[in-house]
């Protein structure tokens, strides 16, 4: 069974390593593929170039447990890094297995702004990494409509199918942000306990996120 976990990681933070382990640790997955987003068509464009945001997700990952692995598609693709694409090719390239897509409840619940959004459980299931005290999965009427009776409370059900599922999984909530990271630095202030200090040292020795936020 693999994850996919996306993100522009601008910078990866301990936020993201955290949750994305006890992601693997819960469902028992083989692989957490970890897939930097080189244009992100929902959002703002990252503030760090693709390489940087490459090269730290690089850093961040030595050591790292055996299941995760950095999967750099999305950054040799051109155009925009819709993850619809990215998921058609990684069902190409694994075409009976499981495929998780991991995302956080934010943006499982903005789901329907998403390119050809309700295409992705025709791909893929959906983990959604549910906070503590977080907004209820249904909140978003849409979403709640889409994913209907695909949601299931036994995440053993997601390696016997190869896509079509929906499944929370209750991660411990860590207050840490990018845009709080790239605040901090802008700031002329230590970020250092807020992400690994090898992706740290980095950002000092490029001079990164001393100005934008």
């Known amino acids: 069974m693999i994850g996919i976990f996306g993100g522009t990681f601008d ?5 993201h390593l955290r949750t994305a382990l006890e992601v693997c640790e819960a469902l028992e997955l083989d692989e957490m593929r970890w897939v930097p987003c080189r244009q992100p068509p929902h959002r703002r464009q990252p503030v760090a170039s693709p390489d940087d945001r490459l090269q730290m997700l690089e850093l961040a ?3 790292a447990p055996d299941c995760f692995v950095l999967d750099r598609r999305e950054m040799e693709r051109e155009g925009p890094s819709y993850m619809v694409d990215t998921l058609a090719s990684m069902r190409e ?9 991991v995302l956080g409840q934010d943006a499982f619940l903005g789901l ?13 299931h959906i983990v959604v990494m ?3 005290g977080a907004f209820p999965l249904d909140s978003n009427p849409a979403v709640a409509e889409w994913a209907g009776l ?3 409370a036994q995440g053993a059900r997601l390696r016997g199918e190869p896509f079509g599922l929906v499944h929370a999984v209750e991660v411990t ?14 700031g002329r202030r230590r970020a250092d ?10 950002i000092r020795a490029k001079g990164l996120y001393s100005t934008a936020v």
């Open 173 to 186: 909530q860590l207050p840490i942000s990018a845009t709080a990271i790239r605040a901090i630095l802008a």
């Open 11 to 15: 910078p990866v933070h301990f936020g």
């Open 150 to 152: 695909r949601m299931t």
């Open 130 to 132: 549910r906070r503590p």
């Open 93 to 101: 390239q694994w075409p009976k297995a499981s495929l998780c897509l």
């Open 61 to 63: 990952l030595q050591g």
């Open 193 to 202: 306990y807020l992400l690994p200090s090898q992706v740290m040292a980095y």
């Open 112 to 124: 329907d702004l998403w390119h050809r959004w309700r295409e992705l459980l025709d791909l893929s």
